[in-house]
């Protein structure tokens, strides 16, 4: 997850060093997660039934193999801002597949009773990699120049590629999904084994409406993670006085707290078992609070920057541990890639007009505006929360 979610943070702590080597506005900065993501929302409805097909193990090979080759093209190719683009579209087979792919191989080999911190675990990933862009990039950009910085990551996929090979199990691999019983999910109707010949219709509806109600919160949070992944360092720069290091260093916090609250949520609800939306809700509610503290930070001090970069990175960022653990727990394995696909069609959507949106308000009305936007879509996601949990 780290790999094939990395190549938007790594611009994003690179972004000043980018924009000021090729001369490129803000919108054309936040096009880049646009054409990854663009192409991941393309592919996202194709690469689910294809992982169900092919099983976890190829379908992660595809990712590591897109996510490596992905970033190495940007880093060689970036002189020109067209390299940059080829670079993300690459990429963008990575995005498709690997949410997918992990999601198949923990509904397949866990123990049921440990779905939320496993997933919690996976997720992180992504986090693993937003901390490690912001710490380490930066600096190494600095001494080495950017493009150096940005290639020496797609080793990453070459790693990936052999951890995989070595210890992802094949299709005949792991252990019996319902070991523990059913359990409850975004829709909190009970999960049921494949094997029992298929789904009722009236199960099918409740599945359909629950994937689809997790499809448009995706859609929402997306469109604010992506905004404030690709454009927070950018803004502590220009508009907060940091440098470029210490700018990095405010992704990185929103990448280390991101990690441990995608573990914790996921333990937490191994505990409880408690519906999912729930939680969902609260992560929506504290979205707002975060994202009101990044923009409040420009008037009222830079300080409060922190603040909100470890809030967001507690609740916006912790979504998708959820919300894959909504389709891990909920989900019949035989179409978890499919519903995988489904949700994160809704997820790359908003993550490819969160950024190119907040880089034209930039460009033409300055931070506010981008702020404005970010917190009236979290409070958008919050309203319908509440909504479901009122309706049931």
Not at 19 to 34: E, Q, V, Y
Not at 362 to 379: C, E, I, N, P, Q
């Amino acid at each position: 997850m780290a790999v094939c979610t990395f190549l938007p943070y790594a611009l994003g702590a690179l972004g000043p060093f980018i924009t000021d080597d090729l001369g490129i506005t803000h919108t054309a900065l936040g096009s880049l997660t646009t054409v990854m993501y663009a192409v991941g929302a393309v592919l996202s409805p194709v690469a689910g039934p294809l992982v169900d097909r092919f099983g976890g193990r190829r379908s992660l090979l595809v990712s590591f193999a897109a996510g490596g080759l992905g970033v190495a093209v940007a880093a060689v190719a970036g002189r020109h801002y067209s390299g940059l683009v080829a670079g993300a579209a690459v990429f963008g087979i990575s995005v498709a597949f690997g949410n997918p792919a992990t999601n198949q191989l923990a509904a397949r080999v866990v123990h049921a009773g440990r779905y939320g911190i496993v997933t919690g675990v996976k997720q992180s990933g992504v986090q693993v990699g937003a901390f490690l862009a912001g710490l380490v990039l930066p600096g190494l950009a600095g001494a080495a120049g950017w493009r150096t910085a940005l290639g020496g990551c797609a080793l990453l996929g070459g790693a990936g590629l052999v951890l995989t090979g070595r210890f992802v199990p094949g299709p005949s691999g792991g252990s019996a999904r319902w070991e523990a019983g059913p359990a409850t999910g975004a829709g909190g109707a009970a999960a049921t084994p494949a094997a029992a010949g298929g789904l009722s219709r009236a199960r099918r509806r409740r599945l359909d409406r629950a994937v689809n109600r997790l499809t448009v919160y995706a859609l929402l949070m997306g469109f604010g993670v992506g905004a404030v992944g690709a454009y927070l360092p950018l803004y502590a720069v220009e508009e907060l006085g940091f440098s470029r290091s210490t700018a990095g260093l405010t992704a990185a916090l929103m990448g280390l707290v991101g990690i441990v609250a995608r573990v914790g949520w996921g333990r937490r609800h191994d505990r409880t078992m408690t519906p999912v939306i729930r939680s969902l809700g609260t992560l929506a509610v504290g979205s707002v609070v975060a994202s009101g503290g990044l923009w409040a930070a420009a008037s009222l001090g830079s300080g409060i920057v922190w603040a909100g970069a470890a809030l967001f990175g507690a609740t916006a960022v912790a979504w998708n541990a959820l919300g894959m653990l909504a389709i891990v727990r909920d989900v019949d394995v035989a179409v978890a890639g499919r519903a995988s696909g489904r949700v994160l069609l809704g997820f790359y959507v908003g993550f490819l007009a969160g950024p190119v949106s907040f880089g034209w308000s930039v460009d033409h009305a300055g931070y506010s505006a981008g702020w404005a936007a970010v917190t009236a879509v979290f409070v958008l996601a919050a309203a319908l929360t509440l909504a479901w949990i009122w309706k049931g």
